[in-house]
């Protein structure tokens, strides 16, 4: 992937249907997206984590090719929340695949239930957090998940449990190869996990486990199960760890997040924003450096304002929105990847449910 930072300045993408370079419009519009089903046979509902696999992912001798997409089911059949099993994967040349179906959860829950913590490792395993439910409801005491390890053909080799993680909603990995640091939002107790790997040929194992974070409002919630620390972005330039808190309405800065060995707390919040903010999910960040985060629309809600991706600045300056459903409550993960001045953009609309697939040339 070739390097697009000094020589184009600030690069924006994703803008409310623009495409900035620096402060001066360059594409219009943006282009009519491919929408994808991301339904498997088996029928599961509610997409939430969406991961690319790597320009430079090693796991050959499995399905997974660089560039594939895979999204992680929350839903089964009967869209009970807390009981999907299933991760999909759409190919990067138009393919559709069921790449993992889990067994039901060991405790006597009929799903595993896939959350947004998704990610690929070049090495070739996909990690992903489960929070399971007993009935489909918040109301039975859930259990608190746990991370799934995988490998390139799909099949489980080991689970990662620990009293750290209680509530894996959504993930964010710094990927060295042999070595990585995942860091994991917990939203049954509102912290932040950073979980130190060492990625071999036959599986992952956690070395260390340290809570960097803390104190992010939480909740159970009928609507979105629960409402906790969500979307998290590491910018490994600052070893700046950003944090959606989605009862918060608020989005958080945590300093020396790869360094420290203390509980940070919450860190600053950097972006605080009534009018545009709507329970703030999951983020990513856009290769200008902005963040695009979504909106649970049951915080802060507004009817006007559905299912928006918001656009703001790291020093908290909202950009621009658009949406991904007319409709309250489409909009959850999203990831977006970088090559040969390439950028694609996938966000899921969970209403559908769709993955939105936007393709665009990042100027020279």
């Known amino acids: ?79 009970k929340q807390g009981t999907g099993t299933t991760i999909v994967r759409i190919g990067a040349d138009g393919s559709f695949s069921t790449f993992f179906a889990g067994p ?50 799909g099949h489980l080799v080991s689970v990662i449990t620990d009293p750290t993680i209680n509530g894996p909603w959504d993930m964010t990995v710094d990927d060295r190869g042999e070595h990585a640091t995942a860091f994991v939002s917990n939203a049954f107790i509102g912290t932040v996990v950073r979980l130190e790997l060492r990625v071999g040929s036959d599986g992952v194992m956690v070395t260390k486990k340290t809570v960097i974070a803390s104190g992010y409002q939480h ?63 999951a983020m990513v960040m856009a290769p200008n450096g902005h963040l695009l985060v979504s909106n649970n629309d049951v915080i802060n809600s507004d009817p006007t304002q559905p299912s928006e991706i918001v656009e703001f600045t790291v020093t908290g300056q909202f950009v621009t929105q658009f949406s991904v459903d007319p409709a309250q409550g489409g909009s959850f993960g999203m990831a977006i990847n970088v090559k040969d001045d390439i950028a694609t953009f996938a966000a899921v609309d969970d209403n559908v449910p769709n993955l939105l697939i936007f393709t665009l040339g990042l100027p020279d």
């Open 219 to 281: 909740q159970g919630d009928p609507v979105t199960f629960v409402d906790g620390p969500t979307g998290l972005v590491y910018d490994a330039d600052h070893d700046m760890l950003f944090v959606a808190s989605t009862v918060d309405n608020a989005v958080f800065a945590v300093q020396n997040a790869e360094k420290t060995n203390t509980n940070n707390g919450t860190g600053n919040i950097i972006y605080s924003d009534n009018t545009h903010l709507h329970g703030p999910l």
């Open 104 to 153: 039901p959860h060991p405790t006597g829950s009929s799903g595993l239930g896939l959350s947004t913590a998704l990610a690929v490792l070049r090495k070739g395993f996909v990690i992903v957090g489960n929070v399971p439910s007993m009935d489909g409801t918040i109301e039975t005491p859930p259990e608190p998940g746990s991370l799934l390890v995988i490998d390139n053909q």
């Open 1 to 79: 992937m070739k390097q697009l930072v000094s020589a184009v300045s600030a690069l924006a993408v994703f803008s409310a249907g623009t495409l900035y370079a620096g402060n001066h419009v360059t594409i219009p519009f943006l282009p009519t997206p491919q929408m994808v089903s991301t339904v498997p046979p088996n029928g599961d509902q509610n997409p939430y984590g969406v991961a690319f696999v790597p320009h430079d992912f090693k796991g050959g001798g499995g399905p997974l090719q660089s560039g594939d997409i895979l999204v992680s089911n929350f839903n089964n059949s009967d869209n």
